[in-house]
């Protein structure tokens, strides 16, 4: 269920509860909290979940993935490391005079 960018809150996350058989849940950009992903504990079929820009706080993450054991949960905002080597500086060639 595709919910990305919408004005889904805790409040409607409730009427998901009836969906046993949703898999797939991406709330990426909602003011969805903890409190309301956790509404949904009892769907058994859910296996993932996407919560890059809401409003769980970094501290709840834990408790998520606790009470969601069997679901991936996706906090986005990923980070590459820089490696030395991944940049190059490109100079004209330099000209005769």
């Not at 606790?66 to 330099?94: H, Q």
């Amino acid at each position: 269920l595709q919910l990305g960018y919408t004005k889904v809150t805790d409040k409607g996350l409730a009427n998901l509860t009836a969906l046993q058989n949703l898999r797939y849940l991406n709330l990426v950009g909602t003011a969805v909290t903890e409190k309301g992903v956790l509404q949904l504990k009892d769907l058994k079929s859910l296996r993932s979940i996407y919560l890059y820009q809401t409003m769980v706080k970094k501290s709840e993450w834990n408790d998520l993935k606790k009470a969601f054991p069997k679901t991936f949960i996706d906090s986005g905002g990923y980070t590459v490391p820089f490696l030395p080597n991944d940049t190059m500086e490109v100079k004209p060639p330099k000209t005769k005079q």
